[in-house]
């Protein structure tokens, strides 16, 4: 049982390129997550996804789109690589948006020079 | 805006009780306070959650104050394995309807030394 799995580990972009982020679940999870984090601040939420069909805004939105792919999948996209994107990004899942017991991938470091 | 205050960091003998305290003086009646462990490099674990009363799991136990204001996670018999970052987190509304969302502070860097 895998949990949450997310691809790339590593990523290093430059300026203005794009690139997505994958993120699966394999727990029938109804809601996902996009996060990210950085040195000497707590996790802030990018995107969520309550169920199969739906995505909204978090905190810090700007810059990123997602896409619901299917219930297991959850992609985060760059469009426009800014360096002030450089984080470590973490998806995670949890059986429905009101149930905050949430399962987290392993991350994605993700460096814009 | 991380509505919990924690130490930034601790330090706790191998096997020994670890416990971690959490301030979360303006935490409403009827929110839950949450604990989530980050160890170097991964993404973030759930521990433990409470309301009110104690509660306790195979990972840790967690001590509420009857004013609700503040709570202790409780690593009985710490382990070199146990060395993270402790976020201590309440929740907030999350668009409409009753979803909550995690704010995630800094959390305590505790540190089980051999």
Redesign the interface.
């Given at each position: 049982n895998a949990g949450v799995t997310q691809t790339p580990k590593f990523q290093v972009l430059k300026t203005g390129q794009s690139m997505t982020l994958q993120c699966a679940q394999d727990m029938n999870h109804n809601s996902m997550y996009w996060y990210r984090q950085d040195p000497g601040m707590g996790l802030r939420l990018i995107y969520y996804s309550a169920s199969e069909g739906t995505t909204d805004k978090g905190e810090v939105p700007n810059g990123y789109n997602v896409s619901r792919l299917n219930k297991r999948e959850f992609s985060l996209r760059l469009e426009s690589a800014a360096p002030s994107q450089t984080s470590v990004y973490f998806c995670a899942s949890s059986e429905h948006l009101a149930k905050n017991i949430q399962y987290f991938g392993a991350g994605t470091r993700l460096s814009v020079l | 805006d991380?509505k919990t205050t924690q130490p930034p960091s601790m330090d706790c003998a191998e096997g020994r009780a670890a416990n971690l305290p959490c301030n979360h003086s303006t935490i409403s009646g009827n929110e839950?306070v949450?604990w989530y462990r980050q160890i170097h490099?991964?993404?973030?674990?759930?521990i433990i959650?409470g309301l009110k009363n104690n509660e306790t799991n195979e990972m840790a136990s967690l001590i509420i104050t009857e004013d609700r204001k503040s709570s202790t996670l409780i690593l009985p018999h710490a382990t070199l394995r146990d060395t993270a970052v402790y976020?201590c987190i309440v929740?907030v509304a999350?668009?409409a309807g009753?979803?909550?969302?995690?704010?995630?502070?800094?959390?305590t860097s505790l540190a089980v030394n051999p």
């Open positions: - | 991380a839950y949450y490099s991964q993404g973030p674990q759930y959650h976020y929740r999350l668009g009753n979803n909550r969302k995690l704010i995630w502070g800094l959390g």
